[in-house]
């Protein structure tokens, strides 16, 4: 994923109304941007860090402006945007770089599977498809622990994506194959866990579904002004 124009730097002064981040510009101005996210960016919307964000060139968008990274603890940084992360793994199943998830007649996007909607779908030649649920994934140390490199999913309490580890079970159960993509936009990523401080019921849902035949998938985002990419998987740690 390029950005052309590269991303622009500012300073977080804060976040609120979920959508919503005032940044200050380095000629002192203010402006606000719209914050995509609607997770709780635990640890991800320090006073006074250093911000990246982009420009529609939209004169006519009431916030023409859309905040894309953070700089956290440690000075490593956080992809916000939670728009981008489809795109994201999209682009590297397609330049086939995603062992496991390379033979395939067709990838589709936003496809429904009886009550609900997988991120993705690849489609492929016998009949059976590959059902993709995709999770942006922030949750870093805060800036007074180490770094230990274990990035946690979820930020906050998520029915909606408990509701999505069913519906991978259920996939399985039909005869596809099921994975649950972890996009880690943490550029100081070493591993990813579940967050059970955070939503017990999801870790153990999550498990079970390991359990049962889901793909659990997780690889590290390259973050840039001029680029985010997938650079790397890492440890699943269960």
Sequence with gaps: MKFDPPLQQGRLLRRYKRF???????DGSVITLHCPNTGSMKNCQPVGAAV??????NPARKYRHTLEAVQVAHGHWAGVNTARTNQLVAEAILEKRVPGLKRYTALRREVTFTDSRFDIVLDHAHGAHTYIEVKNV???PAEDEPDHGVIAFPDSVTERGQKHLLTLMEAVRQGHKAVLFFCVQHTGAKAMRPADEVDRKYGELLRKAAAGGVSIVAWKTQISPREFSLKEAVTVIL
Excluded: I, P, Q, R
Excluded at 20 to 26: G, R
């Design 52 to 57: 990246l964000y982009s420009d529609s060139g």
């Design 20 to 26: 919503m981040a005032d940044v200050e510009l380095a």
């Design 138 to 140: 922030t949750l870093g």
